[in-house]
């Protein structure tokens, strides 16, 4: 594996666990012997009691765009540079994304070492959050996966909007209780109903202590204030997905392609316009002054906003892996965050 520079800033607007300011960058060169040096890079998980790699890596693409064998060169260069969390969903490929996720906790024996995201609600089999389905669910994943228990167990609201919240989290208390859920995190949730959740919590059922929302630097708008508010006061970890927005901010794609597109052609294509093309500048700029490339600044961004705990990016090859980790070195100064803020307007 080639090794890859790294820029710093010298002014800052994160706040950073200190085990993630005196540790040595996961992206410097990787010893042939002994531990990958961004094992020492980790931050806590909001209330779960764990500790992660903030980048958490997503196979969304894994059994779609991304064969067996390629994911799993994707996975274990992740687990090279100090990755320790990595998050699916029941409804990526079908479960085949689960299927080649499990495949490799098992023949790397890394289980134990991996935190295990899986997002449930979506699979066509079992779609919802109703009392039913949502352990037909967990307990389809946990087959897939080939493993006995998800560390994070997101729910997500967006595949589900009649079931009533003390509903899913007395299944979800079930779940907790049985072994087969460590911790609980929410998709499409709204600000009301994390309330909602809390009071609920304070009578005995499991507590929220994550948060999925779409989230990047031509998004910031997304992510309303009063959903912020809450997440905020109530402590949670927020690991914002499509931090990349589709790959766009990985600045591979600048024009549009000719003819038909493809799904992500088109999420790609949407962001092809003179915001677009400002914000990408930026990123150029800043990353040529950095020495790292423009989806390391888009997660350097992302990682320098004070509520977010770890973004959950997607990678299509090793290279992309290795490029999304030098983010987390990277610290802005206010000035380049200034200047993004400025382009994505």
């Given at each position: 594996m080639g090794t890859f520079g790294v820029g710093t800033a010298t002014e800052t607007t994160s706040t950073v666990a200190p085990a993630m300011v005196d540790a040595s960058h996961p992206s410097a060169p990787?010893?042939?012997?002994?531990?990958?040096?961004?094992?020492?890079?980790?931050?806590?998980?909001?209330?779960?009691?764990?500790?992660?790699?903030?980048?958490?890596?997503?196979?969304?693409e894994f059994g779609w765009n991304v064969d067996l064998e390629s994911s799993h060169e994707i996975l274990d260069t992740y687990a090279e540079l100090g990755g320790n969390a990595v998050h699916t969903a029941d409804s990526y490929s079908g479960g085949r994304s689960e299927h080649i996720v499990g495949q490799w906790m098992r023949s790397r024996g890394l289980r134990d070492d991996i935190l295990l995201a899986v997002r449930v609600g979506g699979h066509p089999d079992n779609p919802g959050l109703g009392p039913v389905n949502l352990v037909r669910s967990v307990e389809a994943s946990l087959t897939r996966l080939g493993t006995?228990?998800?560390?994070?167990?997101?729910?997500?609201?967006?595949?589900?909007?009649?079931?009533?919240?003390?509903?899913?989290?007395?299944?979800?208390?079930?779940?907790?209780e049985s072994g087969k859920a460590r911790a609980i995190g929410a998709v499409g949730y709204s600000a009301e109903q994390l309330v909602e959740a809390r009071i609920l919590a304070s009578a005995g059922y499991p507590r929220i202590t994550v948060l999925d929302v779409p989230f990047n630097v031509v998004r910031r708008h997304e992510f309303d204030d009063d959903l912020r508010l809450v997440a905020g006061a109530q402590s949670m970890a927020v690991t914002p997905s499509h931090a990349l927005e589709h790959g766009f901010l990985a600045g591979r794609h600048r024009t549009?392609?000719?003819?038909?597109?493809?799904?992500?052609?088109?999420?790609?294509?949407?962001?092809i316009n003179r915001r677009g093309s400002r914000t990408l500048r930026a990123l150029d700029t800043i990353g040529a002054d950095l020495g790292v490339p423009d989806a390391a600044v888009a997660v350097a961004w992302l990682l320098a906003q004070r509520i977010v705990t770890a973004p959950i990016v997607n990678a299509f090859a090793s290279q992309h892996v290795e490029e999304l980790v030098q983010g987390v070195g990277v610290r802005l100064s206010r000035a380049q965050l200034s200047e993004i803020?400025?382009?994505a307007e």
């Amino acid at each position: 594996m080639g090794t890859f520079g790294v820029g710093t800033a010298t002014e800052t607007t994160s706040t950073v666990a200190p085990a993630m300011v005196d540790a040595s960058h996961p992206s410097a060169p990787i010893p042939v012997q002994g531990r990958p040096l961004g094992d020492s890079v980790r931050v806590a998980l909001g209330e779960t009691g764990r500790r992660i790699f903030p980048l958490i890596l997503g196979a969304a693409e894994f059994g779609w765009n991304v064969d067996l064998e390629s994911s799993h060169e994707i996975l274990d260069t992740y687990a090279e540079l100090g990755g320790n969390a990595v998050h699916t969903a029941d409804s990526y490929s079908g479960g085949r994304s689960e299927h080649i996720v499990g495949q490799w906790m098992r023949s790397r024996g890394l289980r134990d070492d991996i935190l295990l995201a899986v997002r449930v609600g979506g699979h066509p089999d079992n779609p919802g959050l109703g009392p039913v389905n949502l352990v037909r669910s967990v307990e389809a994943s946990l087959t897939r996966l080939g493993t006995d228990r998800i560390d994070l167990l997101y729910l997500d609201a967006t595949t589900d909007r009649s079931t009533s919240m003390e509903d899913t989290l007395a299944t979800a208390e079930w779940l907790v209780e049985s072994g087969k859920a460590r911790a609980i995190g929410a998709v499409g949730y709204s600000a009301e109903q994390l309330v909602e959740a809390r009071i609920l919590a304070s009578a005995g059922y499991p507590r929220i202590t994550v948060l999925d929302v779409p989230f990047n630097v031509v998004r910031r708008h997304e992510f309303d204030d009063d959903l912020r508010l809450v997440a905020g006061a109530q402590s949670m970890a927020v690991t914002p997905s499509h931090a990349l927005e589709h790959g766009f901010l990985a600045g591979r794609h600048r024009t549009r392609a000719r003819g038909s597109l493809s799904v992500r052609g088109l999420q790609i294509a949407a962001n092809i316009n003179r915001r677009g093309s400002r914000t990408l500048r930026a990123l150029d700029t800043i990353g040529a002054d950095l020495g790292v490339p423009d989806a390391a600044v888009a997660v350097a961004w992302l990682l320098a906003q004070r509520i977010v705990t770890a973004p959950i990016v997607n990678a299509f090859a090793s290279q992309h892996v290795e490029e999304l980790v030098q983010g987390v070195g990277v610290r802005l100064s206010r000035a380049q965050l200034s200047e993004i803020a400025r382009a994505a307007e």
